[in-house]
Structures are given as structure tokens and as C-alpha cells.
């Protein structure tokens, strides 16, 4: 079983719509949980950024961490057709360089 | 400030033949990275390191080979490439610290024949 299990897609919305992403992982040492966009041949790219448990709002985006359960989401909404990406949950504990553990991705796509 | 780059872009290589990977960032990261992303296994990590002339191995090292001599450089080698190490690379630094956050350079794609 991975430590971080995230539903592959696609994903397919109409414009407008609310999008939410979902990544469960198995490791309670993570403390540190973040999403990255990555475009078609394009290197990821930090969206959001969450330590512990909460929420944490940036526009049109929310990153929710459930601890308790272990789960973690990232809601999008007015999603538009530039959002059509593939969404990387990571996590990390700390220390010991810091690695991040990464989902497989879950590709987006939002119709006109 | 260019943060991070890779080169090459792309490469075709043939099986047992060796190539050198560089990365290269500009924002005085302490850390830095090397991945390599294949189709439904998602971002693996090779090697990493945490300073200037440090490398540690990753979940995936077999077969790779890294170099940290300068801060801002970081070299993945492969001495004798197979074709199992067809992929997309790719680097990322960080800070340190408390910052976790990584930042990811553009890719290089490699195709081992």
C-alpha cells in the first residue's frame, strides 16, 4: 500500500463548477501538507501550503487537512479552463532532509 | 532570477551509454533535489542533499549517481543507462529551515533506446 494514495482522474468539470481534490495517506508522522499544479510537460508548481490541521484559504482556492482521518483536500471553485492541470498532493514530517511524498495526481479538466 | 533550470530539455540516450543531468538555482537554497516522474507512480525521489558538498540517497538511487560541489549545482549521472530509466527528471531545492516548501525546475526528458 503507498503512504499517499490520490485518485488518478481525469477529472472532467464544467466551467464554474467546484472542484474538490482528495488525498488520504497512511504516515501520522506527516505534519507538512502541500498541492502542486503541474501544466502538460511543465515542472510542478507550489499552490498551497497547510502545516497541521485546518484550513487555509488563497482565492479561489481552500486546502483543508483532516489529521484525525488522515485525508487531506483541496477545493476549487469558479474553476475555469486554465485550472485544467494535474493536481500532486505531498506531504512531509520533517527533518531528515525534509522529503516530500508525493500522490500520483489528479488530472483536471474544465469544459468550457 | 531564473530559480531553478535544467539541462538538457530532452535526450535520447542509447542503453549503456552515460549522461550528466545538471541542475542549477539561483535563490541560495540549501537543499536540493532530484526526481524522476513516470506515468501512475507519481514523483519519486533519487538522491538529495542538505548542503553544499552532502548527498543522500532517495527511494529510487539505484543506478544513479549525484554531485553537490557547488551550492547552487546539482548533478545526477548515469554511468550506464537502461532503458527502465526512460522518464522525466526532475529537480527541485528548498530553503531549509522551516520553509518546506520545494520549487521545481522545468523537466528534462529522457528516452533510453
Known sequence: QKEVEQDPGPLSVPEGAIVSLNCTYS???FQYFMWYRQYSRKGPEL????????NKEDGRFTAQVDKS???ISLFIRDSQPSDSATYLCAMSGGGGGNKLTFGTGTQLKVEL | N?????????R??????????LCAQDMNHEYMYWYRQ????GLRLIHYSVGEGTTAKGEVPDGYNVSRLKKQNFLLGLESAAPSQTSVYFCASRE????????FGPGTRLLVL
Open chain 1, 27 to 29: 504516515n501520522s508522522a
Open chain 2, 2 to 10: 531564473a530559480g531553478v533550470t535544467q539541462t538538457p530539455k530532452f
Open chain 2, 96 to 103: 531549509g529551515g522551516i520553509k518546506e516548501t520545494q520549487y
Open chain 1, 47 to 54: 499552490l498551497m501550503y497547510t502545516y497541521s490541521s485546518g
Open chain 1, 69 to 71: 482521518s488522515k485525508y
Open chain 2, 38 to 41: 513516470d506515468p501512475g507512480m
Open chain 2, 12 to 21: 535520447v540516450l542509447k542503453t549503456g551509454q552515460s549522461m550528466t543531468l
